[in-house]
């Protein structure tokens, strides 16, 4: 036996779909430390609590398999902690169906996971996710978990990126298939959705998330719509879609500082009144210190977006000003607006101007205005776009 097995703690569970019962793995949690951390949550490296566990993948062991009847899920359903929202009956019946079939996409895809080997591999993780993502699906879109979905397509596209990214070997192929790539191409005309790559996943995640948020019955947490607004703009980032990762960022900012005022108004008006106990207090106060920090990030992460639009943007606004004659600063501002340069470049290259112009003038003041080269908290503060935040977070994000 490896002393790599040390690693993991295996149970006996009945799959909560056909009852039959057999072992699971997770990896120990007390094992490791997650060293860099990407900012949609993905784990690039891990502090293992010795060497010899190094290469484990914990990420790859998040949903269990059955063997008996191909169901997929997180280990919660499994052990009974999360009812999958009273859904699961729904899917048990349409799961029972297609499993009886030899050649159905369950059938298909499960007899590909294979769990109990060592280690589990990035295809069997890979397998396993889309087959959790498959049967989520069969359910009608009202009947959807939608956060759940959100959550599963997100790791689904962490798989690919450490496919890519770690430049991993795509293991040795399904029988009758040259290679994992052909399997997923051959599965995907039964299931056309059948994601094949993590640009498609991220698109799917933030669908999912958007559509979660939207109906979100948790409006009130103010920790909960942050913490997925941040996600979002972190994943319209890395489709380059940086306006959208700018509207998302916004609303945060808009967002946390207005439900931090309104705490700090009912903290002092209850204290002063004695209607609040310790235990009110001091959840207020963690709240409030919650929103400093989340204002602060959002004020980093705008900087961050602004950057990446200016560096985009400013060699072509450059190439544009270059033979124009007598140029001002509310020129060159009027100039690039009219040629649909972003608003952070107007201003930036209009500063980097006035600047010349002051070395130009010995230090004197220019006679025109300068415009801040940045901005981020003005440009937090502005005008959310009319249609509301989800309206106007997703007016470029088409529902499929
Ligand atoms: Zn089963």
Redesign the pocket.
């Known amino acids: 036996m490896n002393a790599k097995n040390e690693a993991f703690i295996s149970v006996p569970c009945k ?1 909560p ?4 019962e057999s072992r699971h793995r997770y990896v120990k949690s007390k094992l490791y430390t997650p060293v860099e951390i990407e900012g949609d949550q993905h784990v690039v490296s891990y502090k293992w609590e010795s060497p010899i566990f190094e290469g484990i993948h914990p990420n790859y062991y998040h949903i269990w398999h ?1 063997a ?4 997929c899920d997180e280990k919660e359903v499994f052990r009974g902690e999360d009812d999958s929202g009273g859904k699961l009956e729904l899917i048990r019946e349409k799961l029972l169906i297609a499993s009886k079939a030899p050649k159905s996409f369950i059938n298909r895809m499960g007899g590909t996971i294979d769990m109990e080997q060592e280690y589990v591999t990035l295809e069997a993780a890979l397998c396993s996710h889309l087959q959790a993502i498959y049967i989520q699906k069969i359910l009608t879109p009202n009947m959807r978990q939608y956060a759940k979905l959100g959550r599963l397509y997100l790791r689904t596209a962490w798989l690919y990126r450490e496919k890519t990214a770690w430049d991993m070997p795509y293991g040795s192929a399904p029988v009758g298939y040259a290679s994992y790539d052909e399997f997923f191409l051959k599965l995907a005309v039964e299931w056309p959705e059948l994601p094949l790559d993590e640009n498609v996943c991220i698109d799917s995640a933030i669908e999912f998330y958007r559509e979660a948020l939207d109906r979100s019955k948790r409006v009130d947490d103010a920790r909960y719509e942050i913490g997925v607004t941040f996600l979002l703009a972190d994943l319209h980032l890395r489709r380059e879609r940086l306006d959208d990762a700018a509207i998302c960022i916004r609303h945060v900012f808009q967002n946390a500082t207005s439900k931090r005022q309104g705490t700090r108004t009912a903290l002092d008006g209850g204290i002063s009144r004695g209607k609040l106990n310790e235990k009110q207090i001091e959840s207020m106060r963690s709240l409030i210190t919650w929103l400093n920090n989340a204002i602060e990030r959002s004020k980093l992460f705008s900087d961050k977006i602004n950057n990446m639009i200016f560096e985009k943007e400013y060699p072509s606004a450059r190439e544009k000003l270059l033979n124009v004659q007598g140029l001002t600063v509310k020129g060159i501002l009027e100039l690039l607006k009219t040629e649909g340069f972003h608003d952070v470049t107007c201003k930036r290259v209009a500063a980097m101007f006035s600047r010349k112009l002051l070395e130009k003038k010995g230090q004197q003041q220019p006679e025109e205005e300068i415009p801040p080269p940045t901005a981020s908290e003005d440009e937090l503060g502005g005008e959310d776009e009319g249609g509301g935040f989800l309206g106007s977070l997703f007016g470029r994000f088409k529902k499929s």
């Open positions: 799959c779909i056909c009852d039959r059955c008996f009847c191909n169901f």
